[in-house]
């Protein structure tokens, strides 16, 4: 039972712990190295997913989309990025200096933190901590704190009402989003991601979704909720830009600015990843993640990823499909509608576990 | 007063804001979210088009009123032409009275293919508006084929058109109008115009009144919106718009309250139909071959006199005021336009609503910058 960080920590147990490195430093650096190569694979689809969404849109609205830089464009993320990282990085007189530097980092660490702990198959989780379901809430929850930050440092009041627009919104939509998720805890009394993965089995019948008829709704409330989380169209009021011209990074240029994407991005892809793993069985092939073989673990990798681009696609059509809706009509929405129904199937799931002994609805039938 | 009193924010949404649709500036009044009252601020776009007018001959003016609304060039031409046409009495041919018809109905499409779909922008709908723009990519095709310009058509004279129609105008005119009655419109209502936000968003938001809307002083699609049945087209016939058979789309209050900002966008899209209709008859009545242009001496003299000609332009009526004392250039020129008229209810329309309602509420009554300060 060895994550991959735990891994590390053998092998780099195993060569370093006789030449004198001390032992706080070893396990400092069997951490350190996974979450560096999840910030970078984070990034990398976070550029990718930018493509993604400027290709899809193109296809989507009868145009071509990046196709000047590299293969099909497939160059456009890092050239897009080389560009902002070389912009002179402008900062208004009248801003709040740290908060106004401070906000963009928050915001995606935030975003990234909640990486750590989602289990990409086998044994490829950074920390398979026993809270892991509710460090993802907590840690998601800091984003509005560093939305709120930037809108209030801007020093301008396009921005300061897309940041009050985002608390609002956020700290709402936290609400259906967790009691969603509360409806899963239920089914495997852990919090741990890998566990949760581990309940489920490889067949769609044996995923959480499929598990009785509140999980599926639960499911889509989820994700639509997550939507609002990460100011998505519909659901786009913090930077609405044709309200707000651009929102709470309206002040914002060169790499601050792409941070704010970065982190927007990346959370798409976080978002799909945590709807894969707790709702579609993750990276889940009916084999043990930590002690199948090298081969059988990168095939659950491909497994989970080919659960969790379908939703990132999913996520950018919605966005290039509907339009956006008002921000009293989104808050009676959540207020009115969400948490109501979310509540009603965190209560008629706890039913159904004592009804029917805690077996699913399909996996009842195909006992049969 | 408490110690934490509140005050209201004073934002300024332009000049330059996506949605005010050109250099627009409104002075809004909020209180937080909510508006308390948005005032807005015209005269960047003044280019002085009527003194323009008194310092060109009569023909040369005919350029100038392409940028009164850009995106309905063709429409400022006609009013411009027949104000002048029926001041010095000058007659039209035929065939040119037919296409001067097929082009203002063509534009009238065009414009309001921008003024849905900028709407819809506004509103967050991104993909509705690149889909309204590939139609009007056509339209500009076929607009280019009958004068060679695209934006600025300047294609009417005084006393005709500029040019006859090319080969395989008519084809493809019929194809494209087929298209879009029977295909594009279909399409384009199921993707967006029956889409439960977008009616969320639009019914009962920004809500005139008949009473409101006249006293207003509210043209066109605005007016029609709010369910009076009044279209200068058929009310106060000009060019031979009475040989036409065509309906005047009026708001019902389709999905919320009468004169509310969805059935200002429906009478738009409705519109588009009618259009269609009258460009498809007008191509089966229209003579085969003719003349397309009264001849005219270069400088001529318009007889002392005052005229007022009123057009229906997809933005309301269009009027041309003009004054001759006879020389060879106007003595005044003024012109009335729809946009103008819908600035003055915004002040009214806007209180109390939110500031995603203002921009539905500007985007619904399709004000064009330019038109405005003329």
């Known amino acids: 039972m060895y994550s991959a960080a735990n891994q590390i920590y053998i092998f780099l147990h195993d060569k370093l712990a006789g030449h004198g490195v001390p032992e706080s430093a070893i396990i400092i650096a069997s951490y350190a190295i996974p979450c560096a190569i999840v910030l970078g694979i984070i990034s990398g689809i976070a550029g990718m997913l930018t493509y993604l969404e400027r290709k899809i849109s193109a296809d989507i609205q009868n145009r071509v989309g990046p196709n000047r830089v590299g293969p099909f464009g497939l160059l456009q993320f890092p050239v897009d990025g080389i560009k902002l990282l070389l912009k002179e990085d402008i900062i208004p007189d009248a801003v709040d200096k740290k908060l106004f530097k401070l906000a963009p980092y928050l915001v995606f660490t935030s975003t990234v933190l909640a990486s750590m702990v989602i289990p990409f198959g086998g044994s490829f989780i950074v920390a398979d901590l026993n809270i892991g379901l509710i460090f993802i809430i907590v840690v998601s929850s800091l984003l509005v704190v560093g939305f709120l930050m930037s809108g209030w440092a801007s020093n301008n009041k396009w921005a300061l009402l897309g940041g009050i627009r985002s608390a609002a919104q956020i700290i709402s939509y936290e609400i259906p989003t967790a009691l969603s998720l509360l409806t899963i805890i239920l089914i495997t009394g852990t919090f741990s991601m890998q566990e949760i993965v581990m309940a489920q089995g490889p067949w769609p019948w044996q995923w959480f979704i499929f598990h009785n008829p509140f999980t599926f709704i639960t499911f889509f409330i989820f994700f639509i909720s997550s939507l609002a989380e990460m100011n998505r169209t519909p659901f786009d009021f913090p930077e609405a830009e044709s309200e707000l011209v651009s929102g709470y990074n309206v002040e914002y240029s060169g790499m601050r600015f792409a941070l704010f994407f970065a982190a927007e991005f990346s959370s798409i892809f976080i978002t799909a990843s945590l709807a894969t793993a707790v709702f579609l069985g993750g990276g889940n092939i009916g084999m043990h993640p930590y002690e199948s073989g090298l081969g059988w673990q990168l095939l659950m990798v491909g497994v989970f990823f080919a659960k969790a681009v379908p939703l990132c696609l999913v996520t950018i059509w919605v966005r290039w499909t509907l339009p956006r809706l008002r921000i009293d009509q989104m808050m009676s929405m959540c207020w009115k509608y969400f948490i109501p129904i979310s509540f009603v199937c965190l209560v008629m799931t706890a039913v159904w576990m004592l009804a029917l002994g805690g077996d699913g609805m399909l996996w009842r039938m195909a006992q049969r | ?374």
């Open chain 2, 1 to 374: 007063m408490s110690k934490y009193s509140t005050q209201e924010m004073v934002l300024n949404m332009g000049p330059h804001h996506p949605s005010t649709h050109g250099v627009l500036r409104f002075i809004l009044q909020t209180d937080g979210e909510m508006m308390v009252k948005a005032t807005p601020d015209i005269g960047f776009l003044h280019r002085g088009i009527e003194k323009i007018a008194e310092r060109v001959p009569w023909q040369a003016f005919m350029p100038y009123t392409d940028r009164i609304d850009y995106l309905a060039s063709l429409n400022c031409n006609l009013g411009y032409a027949l104000a002048v046409e029926r001041l010095a009495g000058i007659s039209v041919p035929e065939k040119a009275e037919y296409l001067r018809v097929i082009g203002a109905e063509l534009t009238r499409i065009g414009s309001h293919f921008i003024g849905a779909g900028a709407m819809l922008l506004d509103l967050g709908a991104v993909t509705p508006f690149v889909h309204a723009l590939r139609e009007r990519e056509t339209f500009n095709d076929l607009i280019e084929m009958l004068c060679g310009a695209r934006l600025t058509h300047n294609y009417v004279r005084i006393g005709g058109v500029s040019q006859d129609l090319p080969a395989g105008f008519k084809e493809k005119c019929l194809g494209f109008v087929d298209h879009l009655e029977y295909e594009f419109l279909d399409e384009f209502n199921d993707m967006i115009s029956y889409n439960t936000i977008l009616i969320n968003r639009l019914a009962n938001v920004g809500v005139i009144s008949a009473e409101e809307a006249e006293d207003y002083t509210l043209t066109g699609p605005n007016l029609r919106g709010s369910g009076v049945a009044f279209d200068l087209r058929r009310d106060d016939s000009y060019s031979i718009y009475d040989r036409f058979d065509f309906d005047v789309p009026v708001g019902s209050g389709k999905f919320g309250v009468l004169g509310d900002s969805y059935d200002r966008y429906w009478v738009r899209i409705e519109e588009i139909v009618q259009s269609c209709r009258v460009i498809r008859q007008a191509l089966k009545q229209m003579p085969e071959s003719g003349e397309v242009r009264t001849k005219l001496p270069k400088l001529f003299t318009v007889p002392a006199g005052e005229i007022y000609v009123r057009t229906e332009a997809p933005r309301g009526e269009l009027g041309y005021y003009i004054i001759s004392d006879g020389g060879k250039n106007p003595f005044r020129v003024k012109i009335r336009t729809g946009s103008f008229s819908a600035m003055t209810i915004i002040e009214h329309l806007s209180q109390g609503v939110m500031v995603a309602d203002l921009v539905a509420i500007i985007g619904s009554l399709d004000v064009v910058a330019p038109e405005i300060d003329r």
